[in-house]
């Protein structure tokens, strides 16, 4: 009896550990699934592995149940005063017509590239052909040159942010740095910042235009000349949080760090390197996420004005076009916007907290 008691508690114990290693497990996940969104997916995961039950569903409430009855409650007040403002195109569409639109943008793109691949299989015969006649010197390459469809927009437009995105960061982390490091550059620098950063897309758009019209003479098919006006407006609007950031997180760093650096004969690139770079990284991720999400909103502007092939250009096309279908085209476009402007934050906040140690919400 005393044998068979032992063995179950044994048993119980063992159960207990391996509970208590899942559940460590987990919080570790958790982490990365709060930095994507995803966080309301680990008190599902603690309940499975077999968690305090009442206090999970405590969790699941705050994180996944009120957020669900706030979007319902948006959607139902949508759906019941969308119909009753009427407008020079009809009523508001209510979320059943954006849904319906949605999916039609959807069919089109795949009816667009079922287009493109047929256009390719015949190329391919053709030129197949003229191989087993022997006249291999008439083959000919061509690109289909369809209209582009609300994915290909949708791409165009995080090419477009992603190159601002990556001017605007190489530009502004060195000069944060040197900020600073440097009371004298920051005293330069500082009135600049000032006068600039609050300078709208629309006031830079004409200077950016003519300039990069006189430089970029032969643009390529992979940067035409409106992707680069357009990301470049980008870069002018989105510089100045990182740049800001980044010269507060220097500037605040522990004296007794640069003081060792001194001491220890440093070069400056190894202190920037080595001691200044690692204690500013939270802030200067902060930064980053903040001048991602204002070139973001910029693009939609640019697009607009510079014609470039994305988002902001087909809602400026859907307002031009002035169809039945425009208003709820316009709402998918406008949801689309918000949806990756937030997919856009929560990567940037797993890379904060991938090279972080700490990190700011």
């Known amino acids: 009896m005393t044998n068979a008691t032992d063995i179950i508690s044994q048993d119980s114990a063992v159960r207990a550990a391996r509970r208590e ?27 499975l592995a077999g968690d305090n039950a009442s206090e999970q569903f405590a969790e699941l409430k705050k994180v996944l149940f009120i957020p669900l009855a706030g979007i319902l409650a948006f959607l139902l007040a949508w759906g019941v005063l969308a119909p009753r403002v009427q407008t020079s195109l009809g009523a508001i569409p209510g ?3 954006v849904a319906e639109q949605a999916h039609v943008l959807w069919n089109d793109h795949l009816a667009e590239r ?16 003229l191989v087993a006649e022997g006249k291999a010197d008439q083959v000919k390459e061509r690109v289909y040159t369809g209209r582009p469809t609300y994915i290909d927009q949708i791409l165009t437009s995080l090419l477009t942010v992603g190159l601002g995105f990556v001017i605007a960061t190489a530009i502004a982390v060195p000069l944060g740095i040197a900020s600073g490091l440097s009371r004298t550059f920051n005293g330069a620098i500082n009135p600049l910042i000032q006068i600039f950063k609050p300078v709208s897309p629309l006031a830079w758009l004409p200077i950016v235009t003519m300039i990069i019209s006189a430089l970029y003479t032969n643009p390529s098919e992979m940067l035409p000349k409106s992707l680069v006006i357009s990301a470049v407006t980008v870069t002018l609007c989105s510089l ?6 980044t010269a507060l997180g220097v500037a605040s760093i522990d004296k007794d760090l640069v003081n060792v650096g001194k001491v220890l004969q440093l070069s400056t690139a190894t202190t920037v390197r080595k001691l200044v770079l690692p204690s ?8 980053l996420r903040l001048s991602l999400g204002v070139g973001w909103m910029v693009l939609i502007a640019a697009e607009m004005l510079a014609q470039n092939p994305g988002l902001g ?3 400026w096309d859907e307002f031009q076009n002035g169809s039945a279908a425009s208003l709820a085209r316009i709402m998918v476009a406008v949801l689309t916007i918000g949806i990756i402007g937030f997919m856009l934050d929560r990567v940037m906040y797993a890379l904060q907290q991938a090279f972080t140690f700490s990190s700011n919400r």
Not at 21 to 47: C, D, H, M, S
Not at 240 to 245: D, E, M
Not at 280 to 287: D, E, K, S, V
């Open 21 to 47: 290693a899942l559940l460590q497990r987990i919080n570790r996940v958790a982490v990365w699934l709060n930095a994507f969104g995803l966080g309301w997916l680990a008190p599902i995961l603690r309940i």
């Open 95 to 97: 979320p059943v017509a």
């Open 114 to 129: 079922a287009k493109a691949a047929a256009f390719y299989e015949r190329q391919d015969a053709r030129n197949a052909k």
């Open 240 to 245: 100045w949080p990182t740049l800001i950031n």
């Open 280 to 287: 500013a990284l939270p802030l200067i991720f902060t930064g």
């Open 313 to 315: 250009k087909f809602v």
